[in-house]
Structures are given as C-alpha cells and as structure tokens.
C-alpha cells in the first residue's frame, strides 16, 4: 500500500463515514488525515508525497497517543472515556500493514546485522536504520530496538 493508496483509502473511508453518519469514525479519520497532511507538509514541502513507511509511522504515533490516553482515563476511573480511545484504536489499526511474527522480525535483524557484519552495540544505530527499512512499518521500532540489542548483546 503506497502513501497514495493509504492516502486515498482513508479518504474514502472518510467519505463513507459522513454517509453513514459515523461520527466516532469521522472524528478519528479527520484528524489521521490531518495528522498525515502535517507531516507531508514538515517532511517535504505542501507538494510533496510521504513515503509509505512515513505515513504508517503516522499511524503508529496516532495509535500510540490513544494508547497513553486510555491508560491515563483508565487510571483515573474514566471507563466511558477509555473505551472511547480503545474504539479510536481499532480505526486506526486497520491501516497497519500486517505485522511480522517473531520469528520473521528476527529473520530480519540477523539479516541486517549480516549484510553490515555488525558485531557490538557500537553498530547498534546502523542496524536499526537497515532493519527499519526492512520491516516497512510492519514492526514498531521498540520491538526491532529490543531485538537488536538482544542480538547484538
């Protein structure tokens, strides 16, 4: 999936939504679009077109921000609203790519730690950059960190 086709997905997703008067879904799909335009616009100019690892990195972040906030109104006995941001969280994912298995992200990292004959954590930055690139945002960068270190080690 291209930034384009991403783009375009969540557009018409967008367009479905109003028909549908899914307000929730609405909400959540404006702001990822906005979310994506503002990082366009940052990363390259208001010509430009974002990657698609750039734009799913978006995605994540968006996911991400939810996920801080159930945990904070879930802290705070704020049911109604946790479940609010759960139901945000499930729009969102539905953008991901599919996500690797463990055995796939370290297939990955022995991969990248090969092609570069990296050997301590010195290299650490390298690999990450080369196992980054490799799983194309179908793998978040904490899971990659903590399986490179590990290799690494």
């Known amino acids: 999936m291209s930034d384009q086709n991403l783009s375009a997905q969540i557009l018409n997703d967008l367009k479905d939504a ?3 008067k899914e307000a929730d879904k609405l909400t959540v ?4 679009k906005s979310a994506i335009s503002y990082a366009t616009i940052e990363k390259l100019g208001a010509d430009g077109v974002l990657p698609e690892a750039d734009a799913i990195a978006v995605v994540r972040t ?6 801080d906030s159930a945990g904070k109104f879930a802290e705070a ?14 729009v969102l994912e539905a953008y991901l790519p599919a996500g690797l298995d ?18 301590s954590k010195k290299e650490m930055g390298a690999v990450m950059k080369v196992v980054q ?17 590990a290799k690494l080690g």
Request: net charge negative; hydrophobic share 45%; aromatic share 0%.
């Open 102 to 119: 463990d055995a796939a992200v370290a297939a990955l990292i022995d991969e990248a730690i090969a092609e570069l004959g990296a050997t």
């Open 62 to 67: 968006q996911i991400k921000q939810r996920q």
């Open 77 to 90: 006995g704020r049911a109604d609203l946790e479940a609010k941001e759960r139901a945000e969280i499930e």
């Open 18 to 20: 109003m028909r549908a």
């Open 29 to 32: 799909l404006r702001a990822l």
């Open 133 to 149: 690139e490799k799983a194309a945002g179908r793998v978040d960068n904490k899971t990659l960190s903590s399986g490179v270190m």
